[in-house]
């Protein structure tokens, strides 16, 4: 028994969808009036397949052994013309004329915005050059006191019949007038501002509004507020894509804000409450005695806000030591004095050791647990 799922090239799963499109694309390569009269043959192979395999009761049939395609082997019958005609002649009749006006084209702008802007949100005015409705003819595409006039050679439908030859004899073909594109109508007297295309292109300024918490890379959608389609049809949609700028000062890593702050070693072993300008204004950092280099102090809720919920990131703050250089010979002494009073005139280098990785501590944890 012919195999038919390998005449068409798909699997034994294969849906009703890829088995048509299979057989479409085979027929289309193996028509005899494209491949010749020596493809006949297969043509037939693969329009019997066909037949068996777009039935749910024949493919049934022949699932379970039987070929109904062969005499005797089951119920008679052709498979429909409406997939001959579909496969050669783009899938039926069209469903009167095109409608002139069509839907615009989305948009993409992109905003620069500040880190302030992105902490708090912010309200910027965007121009934007864009396709607007013509004014002149207000998407008619018409000159003003004109209209569209019935297309005479397809009297409106937008599509004419042409006889086109094919293996099963003459077939009536429909395709779009060339004389009026489809349309159904055609433009006599065209509107000169927009030459007939119901739209030209304009500067405006739109108002967006910017939500706290957006980032690089964040779209915001404004519907209907891209380009106006052809023939006055509506507007698609704009995005407009954010990027933020560097900060002088803070770094952002997601809805926190990173900065470094230098600190005398007098005030790191002292302690000491310091001032430091963030985006919220003035802010008292408080240094206990014997901070250390390197260690971070976290203002709660001085970060960027989020973007999906409420409140906002954190301010981290990561003090370094200033080490006093050019001392005089009073800052010397008084130094000297320090170190000896500590004991540390001639300190000892410790190393210290490193802090041990994951697979370290596991290694430690494996090595114990078998000695």
Known sequence: MTDYYETLGVARDAS??????????LARELHPDVAGPGAEDRFKDVSRAYEVLSNADKRRQYDLGSDPSAPGGGAGGSFG?????????????????IPRARRGQDALVRLDIDLAEAT????????IDTAVVCGTCQGSCCAPGTSPRTCDVCNGRGTVQR????????????????????FGTVIPD????????????????????????VDTGTRIKLGAQGEVGPGGGSAGDLYVEIRERNHETFVRRGDDLHCTLNV???????????NLDTLDGEK????????????????????????????????????????????DDAQEELLRSLATARGEERPEPKLVAAHPGVFSRLREKFAGRAG
């Not at 708090?120 to 121009?127: M, Y």
Request: proline share 8%.
């Open 190 to 213: 065209p509107c000169v501002e927009c030459s007939g295309e119901g739209r030209v292109r304009s500067r405006r300024t739109l108002t967006i509004n910017v939500p706290a918490g």
């Open 284 to 327: 008292t950092v408080d240094l206990g005695p014997g901070t250390q280099p390197g260690e971070t102090i976290t203002l709660k809720g001085l970060g960027v806000g989020h973007l999906h919920g409420n409140g906002r990131g954190d301010l981290k703050v990561e003090v370094q030591v200033q080490v006093p250089t050019g001392l």
């Open 120 to 127: 708090f949100g912010a309200t910027r005015e965007l121009p």
């Open 81 to 97: 013309f409406q997939d001959i005609f579909e496969t050669f002649f783009g899938g039926g009749q069209p469903q009167g004329p």
């Open 163 to 182: 006889v086109a030859r094919s293996f099963v004899g003459q077939v009536m073909t429909t395709q779009p007038c060339a004389a009026c594109q489809g």
């Open 16 to 25: 009703p969808e890829q088995i048509k499109k299979a057989y479409r694309k």
């Open 264 to 274: 005398p070693m007098t005030a790191a072993a002292l302690g000491a409450s310091l």
